[in-house]
């Protein structure tokens, strides 16, 4: 049996709902900017660093993968707001950048804890 080397992560993000949907157009306005160029990364809380070098970060949302970035460094955690109005301070921020990529069709997935291990997903 042949195992396919992970090429990503994916990670679950908080429900971005449940204030008025604002938590979730601060989202895809992040998203938006990085794939426009006027932002030049996010930061995605991470309780820990992967331990296999992966090049992509794609994100669960609401149960539904909808997004890819790369990541390009891992930077010690400190206290921010994030998304929807919290503050996090995790271990480390994954840093992701463009090009966004998004699926052809939906990508269904269970939310979960941390991370985990993929192959691409397309």
């Given amino acids: 049996m042949r ?3 992970p090429t990503g992560i994916i990670r679950t993000l ?3 709902y449940g204030d008025g949907e604002t938590a979730a157009q601060r989202f895809w306005n992040h998203i938006k900017n990085v794939e426009s160029g006027k932002r ?3 930061a995605i809380a991470i309780a820990q ?6 090049l ?4 669960l949302v609401n149960g539904e993968i909808n997004v890819r970035l790369n990541i390009v460094d891992y930077v ?3 206290e921010e707001e994030c998304f929807d109005k919290t503050y996090r301070k995790p271990k480390y ?3 992701c950048t463009g090009p966004v990529s998004r699926p052809l069709e939906p990508v269904y997935r269970r939310g979960f804890q941390g991370f985990r291990y993929t192959g691409d997903l397309w």
């Fill in 14 to 16: 908080p429900s971005l």
């Fill in 40 to 42: 030049d990364s996010i």
């Fill in 93 to 95: 921020w994954a840093i």
């Fill in 3 to 5: 195992t396919e080397r």
């Fill in 76 to 78: 010690a955690g400190t």
């Fill in 56 to 59: 992509y970060m794609y994100l």
């Fill in 49 to 54: 660093k992967p331990t296999i070098d992966v």
